[in-house]
Protein backbone atom coordinates (compact mmCIF):
# COMPACT_ATOMS: atom_id res chain seq x y z
CA UNK A 1 0.00 0.00 0.00
CA UNK A 2 2.64 2.49 1.01
CA UNK A 3 4.64 1.64 -2.55
CA UNK A 4 1.51 2.58 -4.21
CA UNK A 5 1.05 5.90 -2.50
CA UNK A 6 4.60 6.62 -3.12
CA UNK A 7 4.34 5.78 -6.71
CA UNK A 8 1.67 7.76 -7.72
CA UNK A 9 2.71 11.00 -5.59
CA UNK A 10 5.57 10.93 -8.07
CA UNK A 11 3.31 10.71 -10.80
CA UNK A 12 1.53 13.46 -9.82
CA UNK A 13 4.54 15.52 -9.26
CA UNK A 14 6.37 14.68 -13.00
CA UNK A 15 2.39 15.66 -14.26
CA UNK A 16 2.84 18.82 -12.07
CA UNK A 17 6.63 19.34 -13.66
CA UNK A 18 5.39 18.79 -17.17
CA UNK A 19 2.61 21.57 -16.80
CA UNK A 20 4.62 23.77 -15.18
CA UNK A 21 7.34 24.01 -17.99
CA UNK A 22 4.66 24.62 -20.90
CA UNK A 23 3.91 28.09 -22.25
CA UNK A 24 0.40 29.30 -22.75
CA UNK A 25 0.22 31.68 -25.92
CA UNK A 26 0.41 35.08 -25.40
CA UNK A 27 1.45 34.89 -21.78
CA UNK A 28 5.32 35.13 -21.89
CA UNK A 29 7.36 33.66 -24.52
CA UNK A 30 11.09 33.26 -25.26
CA UNK A 31 11.20 37.10 -26.68
CA UNK A 32 9.58 38.17 -23.51
CA UNK A 33 10.64 38.78 -19.89
CA UNK A 34 9.18 36.38 -17.18
CA UNK A 35 5.45 37.51 -16.86
CA UNK A 36 5.69 39.42 -19.21
CA UNK A 37 7.08 42.71 -17.46
CA UNK A 38 8.73 45.45 -19.30
CA UNK A 39 12.24 45.93 -19.39
CA UNK A 40 13.52 48.27 -16.61
CA UNK A 41 14.85 51.76 -17.78
CA UNK A 42 18.28 53.07 -17.99
CA UNK A 43 19.39 56.29 -17.40
CA UNK A 44 21.18 57.57 -20.97
CA UNK A 45 23.86 59.40 -18.83
CA UNK A 46 25.06 57.49 -16.32
CA UNK A 47 23.68 53.97 -17.31
CA UNK A 48 21.96 53.04 -14.14
CA UNK A 49 18.76 51.62 -13.43
CA UNK A 50 15.71 54.21 -13.05
CA UNK A 51 12.96 52.77 -11.63
CA UNK A 52 10.87 55.44 -10.46
CA UNK A 53 11.13 57.41 -13.95
CA UNK A 54 11.55 61.20 -14.11
CA UNK A 55 15.21 62.97 -13.57
CA UNK A 56 17.95 60.27 -12.48
CA UNK A 57 18.43 61.11 -8.33
CA UNK A 58 22.33 59.86 -9.03
CA UNK A 59 23.02 62.20 -12.04
CA UNK A 60 21.37 64.83 -9.82
CA UNK A 61 23.63 64.75 -6.72
CA UNK A 62 26.61 64.62 -8.77
CA UNK A 63 25.69 67.96 -10.14
CA UNK A 64 24.32 70.05 -7.56
Known amino acids: MMLKIVSLFLIF???L?????????GFGGKGDRAGGLPKPKLCPDCGRYNLRGGPCRHCRNEQG
Open 13 to 15: MVV
Open 17 to 25: AIFGRLRLP
